[in-house]
């Protein structure tokens, strides 16, 4: 079964830098794309960027562009975002998703980033 | 750029229907997906390319769509689904997501 394991909650202070990996397993990794999409608390979805897993090539949001990194590991089968420059506003839980035919089928469990000083 | 509007919060009663929509600039050819998302859970796929179910999604669930609307319906509401319930296009390379709905079965 398609399962999509994200490493575990990071504290970090302002100015910092994280990277969330988000392994897959259950299907071969190079034939699908994965995204990445932020949660603030109590807030909406907010998509990230994707990469294609099998190229390399990837999307990001205006939003985000130059503060966000995406790359993969075929190797490994996982997919890594990190994210630059953080401040309090970045708390929140980022999520990968495989995508399907534009639509994302099967999701990560989250990965909580909490910014503090 | 397209942007998706969703109402905030929808409330219908346990048994009726609960319809959510999602506002859109000319969908056109745009596949509309719907998302499930429950308290503390990453979001679970219940509709694609507007009106598709995944497996093991109840048929409940339907979603339709026009020129500058998808809905998604929710027949026989149960307590079990109240949720955050999103849409979800690509454009132009970008994926969008709605502000998201709350439903509350009162």
């Known amino acids: 079964q398609v399962q999509l394991v994200q490493s575990g909650a990071e504290v970090k202070k302002p100015g910092a830098s994280v990277k969330v990996s988000c392994k897959a397993s259950?299907?071969?990794?190079?034939?699908?794309?994965l995204h990445w999409v932020r949660q603030a608390p109590g807030q909406g979805l907010e998509w990230m960027g994707w990469v294609n897993a099998g190229t390399g090539y990837t999307k990001y949001s205006q939003k985000f562009q130059g503060r966000v990194t995406i790359t993969r590991d075929t190797s490994a089968s996982t997919a890594y975002m990190e994210l630059s420059s953080l401040t309090a506003e970045d708390t929140a839980m980022f999520y990968c998703?495989?995508?399907?035919?534009?639509?994302?089928?099967?999701w990560g469990q989250g990965t909580l980033v909490t910014v503090s000083s | 750029s397209h942007v998706l509007t969703q109402p905030p919060s929808v409330s219908v009663a346990p048994g009726q229907t609960a319809r959510i929509t999602c506002g859109g600039n000319?969908?056109?050819?745009?596949?509309v997906h719907w998302y499930q998302q429950k308290p503390g859970q990453a979001p679970v796929l219940v509709v694609y390319?507007?009106?598709d179910r995944p497996s093991g999604i109840p048929e409940r669930f339907s979603g339709s769509k026009s020129e500058n609307t998808a809905t998604l319906t929710i027949s026989r509401v149960e307590a079990g689904d109240e949720a955050d319930y999103y849409c979800?296009?690509?454009?132009?390379?970008?994926?969008?997501f709605g502000g998201g709905t709350k439903l509350t079965a009162l």
């Open positions: 998703a495989r995508e399907s035919f534009s639509r994302n089928d099967h």
């Open positions: 979800q296009v690509w454009d132009s390379d970008h994926v969008l």
């Open positions: 390319d507007d009106s």
């Open positions: 259950g299907y071969t990794f190079t034939r699908y794309a």
């Open positions: 000319n969908f056109g050819s745009k596949s």
